[in-house]
């Protein structure tokens, strides 16, 4: 068999495939992106430990629990304190 016969077959193979499911192509599905929703108890303690005053403010008015724990019992006055002591003091 030549690269003419070849070239001859895999045309007549093509056109037999045509309007096989196989052929087909699958329906593009459009995904919905979601967004993550954390919970306030977890952005407020983030927010404590990134040391940003003015989320922490924003998430008192709207009525965090200032006593919310982690999963290891640490509260926003832990991280508060820890994000302090990376402060260096001025003698």
């Not at 016969?5 to 093509?14: G, P, S, V, Y």
């Not at 430990?49 to 629990?65: E, I, N, Y």
């Amino acid at each position: 068999m030549n690269m003419a016969d070849a070239k001859q077959k895999r045309n007549e193979q093509l056109k037999r495939w045509i309007g096989f499911e196989t052929d087909l192509e699958p329906p593009v599905v459009k995904r919905q992106k979601t967004k993550v929703k954390f919970d306030d108890g977890a952005v407020f303690l983030a927010a404590c430990s990134s040391g940003d005053t003015d989320k922490v403010l924003k998430l008192l008015h709207r009525g965090a629990d200032i006593n919310y724990a982690s999963v290891d019992g640490l509260t926003a006055l832990h991280q508060i304190e820890s994000s302090f002591t990376k402060i260096p003091t001025q003698n």
